[in-house]
Each structure stands twice: as structure tokens, then as C-alpha cells.
């Protein structure tokens, strides 16, 4: 492990990022704060937090959710930098309304604890690839200049246009509260989330990942042009980013980009254990056109990224044999 360098407070520690994030934190030598959603029944499994190296001495997990923003006061206080990655449950709350209401109101709660604190000195905020990727410019290749369109993407008729207006207006706030307040935030922009998993749970993209995989055919239409990024390197991009002082606004982190076609043939010649469907099968599909993604801003800035294609499916494909998903 490296040296000791403080405590940072990372939001949602439970989930497919937070919990990598949480363990690569604790290897740079963090003191890490988590917070995960109250359990009352204590019918949660997070061992795979408390077993992490080094979470005896230098992992703390505080109880605090989204609907009452002054609960995440206590995680922060003290802390040098906070990593925001709680999102609302989007399984359970599916309206628009509710769920962005939840997440600007609790983001801005999670900013001014920030601020009070005194001693927080940078957010680093994870924000979605939906808040670019809708803006209706027929762009092929979109940055960090552009904000997707919430109208738009609901005349589409896509699902998912609660998400996209909630991770919009969520990001938007923060950089409006941070540049009103002299708050340092930074926010990172990740498209599909891919890789292996410590969570108990099968994480959402993971599911959409490996459709292939699972026999999930109703996802095949939105993978026909798919933009990428392995966890480990969306959460080295976090550590990085905190830690470089030079670092300041959006940064989109996207590694990979892959067709359904080219997924197919992939797939086909990695795995022939599995019954994958053939290019051919798939021609008839039908999939809303996504632009790309540049990572130029972050890659200027010094990072490099580290895994392809092999490793988000050999991660994927491993975590889920482990836990009983294959």
C-alpha cells in the first residue's frame, strides 16, 4: 500500500463503482469513508467491503441516503475530497420527477456538507455518458461541450429518459453550485461500465454486457454501436483526477468502442463454450444510432488507459461464473 494520505468519503461504496472505487482508494493509502443505504433488517451482504486489504484499519461505513441529504454529514466531515457516486435506485423509481428531485436535492445536500466541512478539497462527481449523448446535433463524436437534450431523447420514445434527465440536471447543478460557492468539482463522464464485479448483485451493465452471454435478446438493440470503459480504469481516472491539481470541469473517460456485429464475432472466437449468436442472425436488429465518445480532454491531461476489450469480458464473464450468475 502506499502512504497514508488522508480521509476521502466515497457515496454509494455498495455499487458496481463504488466498491472498486473503495478498494483502489485503500491501496493508495486512503483512509475511506463509504456510505451505503440504511439496512434496518440487516439483510445486506457487504462483506466484500469490510474483507477488502486494509478495510479493518482504514475502511469507515456510514449509513446515509439521498432523501435526507444532512445524513452524508457525518462521512464527510474531516475529509480532504469526496467521490459522489450515489445515483437513486433506478429499478425501484422509475419516475422522472421523483428520481431527479432526489438526485439534484441530495447532491447539492452532499456539496454544502462539503463546503461546511472546511476541509474538503475537491469533489470528484460520477456522471453518465446520457448527459452528452442526446443533444440531437447528429454529431458522430460528441465532448465535454456538449449537454444532451432531455426533450429530445423523450421525443425519441428510448427508455431510460429518467436517468438522462436526472444525471443532466444532477451535473449541471453541481457545476453551478461549485462555481457559485468556490467549490473544486470535477465531474467524469463514463459510458457503458464494464469489467468484473466484487458486488453481491449482478450490476445493470454488466447484464447489458454480456447479453450475448446471458440469452438476454431484448438488449441486443442497444449494443448495435457501444462505447466502453473498464472499471478499473473509470475508477483510476477518479484517484487521478483527484489528485491532479491541475484538473478542472467535465472529463468523459471512454476506452472502447464496439459494434453488435463485431461483439458477435468477438464473443464467437473467445468463448465457443457459449452459444453466440452469429453476425448473421443479427442483421434484421434495429438500434437507436449513438455517437462516440472523445476521451481527448482526460488523455491530454496525462492518463492512459489500461484495459481492452479481453479484459472487460474475462472480468465479466469471471465475476459472474463466481457468483452464480453463469
Not at 464494464?194 to 454480456?210: M, V
Not at 476521451?295 to 492518463?303: Q, R, T
Request: glycine share 8%; net charge negative; charged share 20%.
Amino acid at each position: 500500500m502506499d502512504e497514508e494520505k488522508g480521509a476521502v468519503c466515497v457515496t454509494g461504496g455498495a455499487g458496481f463503482i463504488g466498491s472498486w472505487l473503495v478498494m483502489r482508494l485503500l491501496q493508495h493509502g486512503y483512509t475511506v469513508r463509504t456510505t451505503v443505504r440504511p439496512d434496518p433488517e440487516c439483510k445486506r451482504d457487504i462483506s466484500y467491503l469490510t474483507s477488502l486489504p486494509g478495510a479493518s484499519e482504514k475502511l469507515h461505513i456510514f449509513n446515509a441516503d439521498l432523501d435526507q441529504p444532512e445524513s452524508f454529514d457525518a462521512a464527510i466531515e474531516g475529509c480532504i475530497g469526496v467521490f459522489h457516486v450515489a445515483h437513486p435506485n433506478p429499478t425501484k423509481e422509475l419516475d422522472e420527477e421523483i428520481v431527479t428531485r432526489k438526485s439534484v436535492q441530495g447532491t447539492l445536500g452532499i456539496l454544502k456538507a462539503c463546503l461546511n466541512s472546511k476541509t474538503v478539497k475537491r469533489v470528484v462527481y460520477t456522471s453518465s455518458a446520457s448527459t452528452v449523448s442526446h443533444s440531437g446535433n447528429n454529431k458522430d463524436i460528441v465532448d465535454e461541450s456538449t449537454w444532451s437534450d432531455i426533450e429530445h431523447h423523450r421525443s425519441l420514445k428510448l427508455f431510460g429518459t429518467s436517468y438522462v434527465a436526472a444525471k443532466t440536471k444532477t451535473e449541471q447543478a453541481a457545476l453551478e453550485f461549485a462555481e457559485k460557492n468556490g467549490l473544486e468539482i470535477v465531474t467524469l463522464i463514463p459510458p457503458l461500465v464494464t469489467g468484473g464485479f466484487l458486488c453481491k448483485t449482478l450490476p445493470s451493465s454488466i447484464q447489458l454486457f454480456l447479453c450475448m452471454i446471458l440469452g438476454n435478446e431484448h438488449h441486443y438493440e442497444h449494443l448495435m454501436h457501444k462505447s466502453l470503459v473498464h472499471v478499473d480504469d473509470l475508477v483510476s481516472a477518479h484517484i487521478f483526477l483527484f489528485e491532479n491539481p491541475n484538473a478542472k470541469g467535465r472529463y468523459i473517460c471512454s476506452s472502447t468502442q464496439i459494434s453488435l456485429v463485431e461483439m458477435s464475432r468477438f464473443l464467437s472466437a473467445k468463448y465457443p463454450e457459449f452459444q453466440i449468436p452469429t453476425a448473421d442472425s443479427l442483421k434484421g436488429i434495429e438500434g437507436y444510432k449513438t455517437c462516440q465518445f472523445s476521451s481527448e480532454k482526460l488523455l491530454n491531461s496525462g492518463f492512459e488507459f489500461k484495459h481492452g476489450l479481453d479484459d472487460m469480458f474475462d472480468g465479466a464473464v469471471q465475476s459472474c461464473r463466481e457468483k452464480g450468475f453463469l
